[in-house]
Nanobody, 127 residues
């Protein structure tokens, strides 16, 4: 599996961006995939992940970010609305192969269980 992110950039506070992650040699049927971010001086955090059945969001982005997938294009999106300067970070797409799926597994994997990573795309939100 290879992951390639795009869509980062500079946006003013309150604005929107949509990130895309194209996954090669990938199937939503046997992988979790999602979005992580790492702000300067902070640890990387999982913010939203998706499986064929479930979606997970970190509390701080609920209601502002939406994860979606286009299975035909092997692409995962992260629509980010009402962006805040605190959202400034490098955003990474990540995935892992799974052998069963439930919401709790998706949530825990989204926090610390991914093992395939993209190169990242920078999102900068100005105040």
């Amino acid at each position: 599996v290879q992951l390639v992110e795009s869509g980062g950039g500079l946006v003013q506070a309150g604005g929107s961006l949509r990130l895309s992650c194209v996954a090669s040699e990938f199937s939503f049927n046997d992988h979790f995939i999602g979005w992580f971010r790492q702000a300067p001086g902070k640890e990387r955090e999982g913010i939203s992940c998706i499986s064929s059945t479930y979606t997970y969001y970190k509390e701080s982005v609920k209601g502002r970010f939406t994860i979606s997938s286009d299975n035909a294009k092997n692409t995962v999106y992260l629509q980010m609305n009402n962006l805040e300067p605190e959202d400034t970070a490098v955003y990474y797409c990540a995935a892992t192969k799974i052998y069963y799926s439930d919401y709790n597994l998706l949530a825990s994997t989204c926090r610390h269980g991914m093992d395939i990573w993209g190169e990242g795309t920078l999102v900068t939100v100005s105040s």
